[in-house]
């Protein structure tokens, strides 16, 4: 039982006549005998909280960003009318803060034998799986002086999916590889190592491509054209270990480098190469292989949607064994990992040549906008120091790359913004050199 805020006002309101005329024993039960009668007999007419029947339906996956709709049906098949209030318990993280308390709480009257429908509208704040919490429900009686209360588990779960805002440097990625593929009206055709098709020699064509044989059949100078490789395989490896848990800005590592990694899977698939996804950093976290283009990107987000980093060093040498193995042939191996110092000198640098020897090796970092800023400052003593500091972490950073690109691995160094768009790039040049 329950006594609402009904019933302590009246019975303070009889305390008050109690008090001034008829102090004692006789007169607390000439008051709140009544009160207590009253109370009784509410509750006995409020309608019961275990028969009520509830189900689902709705959302079960949604962007990070977006909202999602879940509907809860109440059924009261008692004989008496429901009067409550309802809490719909979430996870916080399933609503911006200071929202929960206004969209989780409800009042509801049901009828009785009939059903309602109301609606909870989640907007989450990070990714993952959300699983709803209990339904708690207080019934109460008419004349709002007792309630029942009672809890029931109604199971339900939504993924939250990355939100993939890189998505809107897709279209000018493309609109590049059409150019290297040739289906687009330019004045160069895209380099690569497949044969195309031929076509008459026009001035200033490179005279090596002049097809010697073609020429002699046809009576006219013929050049082969050349296009992108196809059917090659890209291999993105997320690095989850404790240096993707640091935050630059408002956003994860791991969350910059997997949205990265989406605009990458997207456009190597819209190219015709074959994409497939490793998580790791002691152990496989998630994996992604062997999906066709139209399931790729599904499979990618929700793989993606349940990561968090482990906030443990990361096992280089267990990652390059884990990415020899998923790459058995020649592929791109991308790496999206820090270009820390230590992490890397200690860790990727000695096992870098088990990978560079087979495969072409791309490493992508999230640079932190914060530190250029603080390299830029001079308007004090304190800025002229941050500064120092800033610059001295963004040589050792250059440094930590030239010693990869010795290896003969790409390096892509970038801020959150543009570290999507940047890798983009790097890929499509060496699509177009025909290092793929």
Known sequence: MALTGRSALLAALGSVPIGAFAPGWTGMLAVNAPLALAILCDYACAAPVRKLQFTRTGDTSVRLGDA????????????????????????????????????????????????????????????????????????????????????????????????????????????????????????????????????????????????????ARQGNVAVRTWRPERDRHVLIVLDTGRTAAGRVGDVPRLD???????????????????????????????????????????????????LEPSLIETDARGLSAAALTHAPRRSLIVLLTSLDTAATEEGLLPVLPQLTRRHTVLVASVADPHIERMAAGRGNVDAVYESAAAGQTQEQRRRTAEKLMRHGVTVVDATPEQLAPALADAYLELKAAGRL
């Not at 999602?68 to 979430?90: K, Y």
């Not at 809107?168 to 593929?181: C, F, Q, T, Y």
């Open 256 to 306: 910059a480098s997997m949205d990265a990694g989406l605009l990458l899977a997207a456009l190597a698939s819209r190219a015709g190469d074959r994409v497939d996804l490793l998580a790791y950093d002691r152990r496989v976290r998630a994996q992604v292989q062997g999906r066709a283009t139209g399931e790729l990107l599904p499979a990618l987000v929700n793989a993606m949607a349940t």
């Open 68 to 215: 999602a709709e879940v509907a809860l049906t109440v059924t009261n098949p008692s004989p008496r009318r429901l009067r409550a209030q309802l809490r719909d318990a979430w996870p916080p993280s399933s609503w911006p803060a200071g929202a929960e308390e206004v969209v989780s709480r409800r009042e509801l009257t049901v009828p009785a034998g009939e059903r309602r429908r109301i609606s909870t509208v989640l907007q989450p704040t990070r990714r993952g799986d959300r699983h709803a919490d209990r339904v708690t429900v207080r019934s109460y009686g008419p004349l709002g002086l007792a309630a029942r209360q009672g809890s029931h588990e109604v199971p339900w779960s939504v993924r939250v999916l990355p939100p993939f805002t890189s998505r809107k440097h897709l279209p000018s990625r493309l609109a590049r590889l059409r150019e290297l593929d040739g289906r687009t009206s330019v004045l160069t055709r895209g380099e690569g190592t497949e044969f195309d098709s031929l076509r008459e020699y026009v001035p200033g064509d490179d005279t090596r491509s002049i097809d010697w044989r073609a020429t």
